[in-house]
């Protein structure tokens, strides 16, 4: 199984481990420390040796914060986390709502004068000129330090130190050498000499490898500087790349990484630098000589983001494969809902249909199976100490994916057990109807995933309710399921554009009793031209490439408009057409029965 059932975290440890946090503070004559969730790629997973907050608080996902202070110690989570945090953290700490609290008013609070220090390999530039913003009137001093963390973590794991391997050709849809030159082309025009790519998605779509450094994701770690000629040195370890010269060829040159800071002190010129994902270290180090910086937006970031016509073919391929998996399950499910099965039983029978394909190398991320009040969890990941058995009435919350060497997947979808209440089914409708909008929608070119992710919300809205996550992220092609700059968020301001994968995914969650998600991943494409439209104004539209049944036994038909059916009946219809060819006799059988229309 890729997946295990054992809990990850220790937060028995967590008043240890912050009293000897506080004596290495104290040492050092400092008053507070940040220990963010990231490491120094300020990826959203990370290695198990840079699971600093996990360590130290006990609270496993994958974004948030802790501020230790000589009193207090707040932990900075998102709505997503809410409930998560409560459950697994220590009484020492104290769950914070983020961003509705930002940091700097928080310290301004609970520290009238001081210095707070922080790990700058480990906050972006960004990060760090926010908070230094939102401390400019107060008596506190930002300082960089040394991770007080390592220091007192005496049994800290090796960095990871698994090979690379070379992406085919056929999938990345275009050399390497063609994007480092046609990058460096950009970083020329723009007067800029080079740019540090610090993020392992970014190096890797650039120089089409994939690696096994961090779970769920494909990614291998290092840094790498590119040159406005096209060259790229390599700052990774030897053993990682050493099968992979001939990939390579002579413009991309391997180096010891631990000569990262010395090369980078001798740059010349303009260097491109991401105030978004680059470390304040790495800015820092180039201030320092006399380097000039040009910040903006990581040159990988946005072609990596428009898939091209390779990449999107091997992925609609990839969710095909995926999907007719997922059908087989949700046959199984039918069939032994009310046997007395587990939490456990459906991640452990998930994995193994998609593993019947022969060509899944991984889950995209831990699957999520929660039922009754564990799917008011939003990133609930189940251990045989919370793994709990469906009983009838439940509703069982299942968001899972797969890593295919073509494909990257992530589909949810809610089922129920037996026969399920009327508010379960009321708050499914409008979360339906919501996927629904988003999926028919066509928008102007130019618009930004702020400008459309409320149509994704409206129905929740009219009732009275909402859902503490962003309507949808950007997916990677047998990269991160979490993949940006794209997003379908109040925040994004990034443009969506032809060819970017995003996930549609609105829900509705009542702490304690239930959860609702319904999750397809799309594709932005060119929208038709709309009779009598202007002809002038070109618009976008969303392909969606997940395809499964979305239940209608939770659906309150006659709350649907006739446009809403007609989308559900055509989804189901070609679901049908394309998985039954994929899919065995009996799950045929239940297919055809789990799309009829409505």
Known sequence: ??????????????????????????????????????????????????????????FTGSAGFCCVLPHVAGVFVDGRYRVQVKQQVSNVFSPVHWPETQLADWLSKNLTKGRVAFD???HTVQQVEDLSAGLLDTDLTLLPSKNLIDLVWHDQPDAPLEKAIAYPLKFAGETHHNKRHRLAAELKNAGQSATVITSPDSLCWLLNIRGNDIPRNPLVHGFAILHCDGHVDLFMEKTKVTEL???????????DPD?????????????????????????????????????????????????????????????????????????????????????????????????DTNLLRDLSFETIAGTGPNGAVIHYRVTHQTNRQLADGDIVVLDSGGQYLDGTTDITRTLPVGQVGNAERHAFTLVLQGMIAV??????????????????????????????????????????????????????????????????????????????RIENLVVVEACPQKEGGDTHRP??????????????????????????????????????????PRVNAKTRGWLSQATAAV
């Open 1 to 58: 199984m890729f997946q295990t059932f054992d809990a990850t975290n220790s937060p028995e440890q967590g008043p240890k481990r912050l009293t000897m946090l506080r004596k290495q503070m104290a040492k050092s004559n400092i008053d507070g420390f940040l220990v963010p969730r990231s490491d120094v790629h300020q990826g959203e997973y990370v290695a198990e040796r840079d699971d600093r907050l996990a360590w130290l608080t006990g």
């Open 120 to 122: 700058p390999w480990l």
């Open 245 to 255: 010269a001939d990939h390579f060829g002579s413009e991309v040159t391997q180096i």
């Open 259 to 355: 000569t990262f800071i010395d090369h980078l002190a001798k740059l010349s010129g303009s260097i491109r630098l991401d105030k978004s994902s680059a470390p304040m270290a790495v800015a820092s180090i180039l201030a320092a000589n006399d380097i000039e910086i040009s910040y903006d937006i990581d040159p990988c970031a946005l072609p990596k983001a428009c898939k091209n016509q390779a990449e999107l073919s091997a992925t609609t391929e990839a969710h095909l494969r995926d999907g007719a998996a997922v059908c087989d399950f949700l046959a199984w499910f039918d069939e032994n809902a009310r046997t007395g099965i587990t939490e456990i039983d459906l991640v452990k029978t998930l994995e193994n249909y998609r593993r």
């Open 439 to 516: 999926s028919r929608l066509c928008w102007p070119v130019g618009l930004a995933g702020r400008d459309i992710e409320a149509f994704g919300r409206a129905p929740l809205w009219q009732a009275g309710l909402d859902f503490d996550h962003g309507l949808g992220h950007g997916v990677g092609t047998y990269l991160c399921v979490h993949e940006g700059p794209q997003r379908l968020s109040k925040t994004s301001h990034i443009a969506l554009s032809e060819g970017m994968i995003l996930s549609n995914e609105p829900g509705y969650y009542r702490e304690g009793a239930f959860g609702i």
């Open 539 to 580: 618009m976008l539209r969303f392909r969606t490439l997940t395809y499964a049944p979305i239940d209608r036994r939770l659906i309150v038909t006659e709350m649907l408009n006739p446009i809403e059916r007609d989308w559900l009946n055509t989804y189901h219809q070609e679901c049908f057409e394309r998985l039954s």
